[in-house]
């Protein structure tokens, strides 16, 4: 993922060389990216990892277009972000759902696919149908307020999969719920991406939702905010509830969980005053 020479023609996402750096109150430099390339196969599903501040949320804004880099390129399906932005390519899944509080759950998809969706040949997704892979069947004409923070947060990520989007960025989806419901939520995401297969690019804190979501992990590690691995998970899909009990599932979290703790005994390179460096 890693790479410095040309993109392959394959690659959805493609990040070289980023670099982000706030100016802080007291009038030092944070660098929130270091550095950073990666590099998304189309139709994939890449989760990114790290402790708080490392910079991913930085990094899922640059892909998106809403993060100015100081140096370095983004390129989403071949374009800049903008370019990908103003043609309607992106799905956003935020940590909060942002509902419309007096539409319906069916409405509230169906306005974002009216309002947002891309104008190419494409069919329109069948909303009803992927409510229903959601496990919202049952819920499609209930108001926002009369449904759990869960079923709140599958609407959120069924309307983004409305919109069919080339690329899907998804940043920390499931933070605010339960162990329970996140296990059910990650089978339903599953079942919604193999509907779609659009490429996803996923933040997450958690190590096992990282391992059963992805086809790979990025492990980032803050001050400055870099990448320091890239993890292949080679676990056979579907992945139902009952792989995250097996030894093989266990020894990815493990791969994933060694990696993390690594970049803390690390000397990483300098944090640097701008100009300085
Ligand atoms: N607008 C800003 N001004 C100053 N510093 C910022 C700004 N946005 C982010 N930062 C800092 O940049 C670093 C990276 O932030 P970012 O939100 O990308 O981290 P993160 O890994 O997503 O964190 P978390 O897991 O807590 O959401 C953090 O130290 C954060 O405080």
Redesign the pocket.
Known sequence: MNSTSESPVDAAISVRGARRT???EDFSH?V?LHDVDLEVKAGSFVSVI????????????AVGGLEPLESGEVRVCGRTPKEVASAKGFGFVPQTPSLLPWLSVLKNVTVAQKVNRKHNRTPAPDLEHLLRVAGLGEAMHKLPRELSGGMQQRTAIVRAFGLRPDVMLM??PFSALDEFTRETLQGQLLDLWAETRCTVLF?T?SISEAVRLSDQVVV?A?RP?RVVDVIDVDLPRPRDADLLKSPEFHAVEARVRDSLWAAFDEVPPPVTQRGRV
């Open positions: 706030y100016e802080l944070l929130a790290g402790p708080s501040g490392c910079g991913k949320s930085t990094l899922l804004r940043d920390e933040v804190h980032m803050p905010g």
